[in-house]
């Protein structure tokens, strides 16, 4: 198959996603397709041009990768560099490519790629792609609608509530929280901006790195315990896997930097805590509607109770990440969990 694996954007995962497609494109083009690893926002050249036969020059024409750096990226500097500084987010030639493609491979993370606006163009742009629609995307990028969906299905998540820029409050007391609490962006990922407050003064600073990347937060109870993942594939959940950070707790430096935490697949667990916790992950998948693979977080306190957290529409696929070590434990390697991907996803074309 020709495929364009979607990368980069303006998202502050933008380095993470890179990353996750340099891997996904290299498993493809093993696996015999012709691939072209592509930014969705700075695009091919510098305009529009004809781009026939361009699957022919794919290893020609795709973007080449570093490693992940252990800051976010500077997205202002970003927009900058993208030379023909047009307002329209996808870059020259980036919609022709993925017209001409079989399918594209989404490989972004972050803003744009998982709120569910991409899978909208390319749904009225006629083209096909990897993961769940726009709408569940969207659903579950909102860190505060999917909180009320598990809610509403009886899936444990812990007490919060949502704060918008112009309501901001400084004073936990008055919204029914306490210390230690997390404040954390309402549609952000990998942990940029997430901040654990233990007094007033921790608090304010938090609320002003959070409000530094979004409008709108979720401030929610700290639930000190364990951190755990559970991956799902065509609705039924793929084994769990626990994170245990060597220092701090599970933020963007420690998911990215190799060594930063221990990860054990299958978790050491007893079996009816494990059946639990890929039921809710498995019922997370099923309401929010994520019909293709998703990854769902967790955490377990020193009582056992389990606590999700959020879901990952588009789970990363770097060296670190868990969904493929999920996989692995159950005999799929990484490259054919990327076909496995596109087969799942190629279903609901077929009608």
């Not at 364009?4 to 494109?25: I, N, Q, Y």
Request: one cysteine or more.
């Amino acid at each position: 198959m020709n495929i364009v694996v979607l990368a980069g954007g303006l998202s502050t995962e933008r380095d993470v996603s890179f990353k996750t497609g340099s891997m996904v494109s290299k498993a493809l083009k093993e696996n015999g397709h012709k691939v072209i690893l592509l930014d969705v926002f700075m695009g091919y050249h510098d305009e529009e041009e004809d781009i026939t036969g361009i699957f022919d020059r794919a290893d020609e024409i795709s973007i080449k990768v570093d490693s992940i750096p252990e800051v976010a990226p500077d997205l202002e500097k970003v927009k900058a560099s993208r030379k023909d500084q047009s307002d329209c987010f996808f870059g020259p030639n980036v919609i022709g490519m993925c017209r001409m493609a079989d399918i594209v491979f989404m490989a972004l993370h972050g803003e744009n790629g998982e709120n569910g606006k991409i899978q909208a163009a390319f749904d009225l742009l006629g083209v096909r792609y990897t993961g769940s629609d726009y709408l569940s995307s969207a659903i579950a990028m909102n860190k505060g609608m999917a909180k009320q969906f598990f809610l509403a299905n009886g899936i444990p998540t812990p007490r919060g509530i949502s704060m918008k820029k112009e309501a901001r409050n400084d004073d936990v007391s008055t919204l029914g929280l306490c210390f230690p609490c997390i404040v954390k962006p309402c549609c952000g990922g990998s942990s940029i901006g997430v901040t654990i407050a233990h007094d007033k003064a921790e608090f304010t600073e938090a609320l002003d790195e959070a409000f530094r990347w979004e409008d709108e937060l979720i401030i929610e109870e700290f639930v000190e315990g364990r951190e755990f993942s559970v991956g799902v594939m065509d609705g039924k959940a793929l084994p769990v896997i626990e994170i245990a950070p060597i220092q701090g707790f599970y933020d963007y430096k420690n998911k990215y930097k190799a060594g930063s935490a221990v990860e054990t697949c299958p978790a050491n667990l007893p079996e009816e805590t494990t059946k639990q916790m890929q039921h809710y992950a498995e019922g997370v998948a099923r309401v929010i509607g994520l019909d293709t693979y998703s990854r769902t977080d967790f955490l377990m306190n020193g009582d056992g109770e389990l606590f999700c957290l959020e879901a990952n529409t588009l789970p990363g696929m770097t060296p670190t990440s868990l969904l493929p070590q999920e996989a692995k434990a159950v005999g799929m390697d990484f490259n054919r969990l990327c076909e496995k991907i596109i087969e799942i996803s190629l279903k609901k074309y077929r009608g």
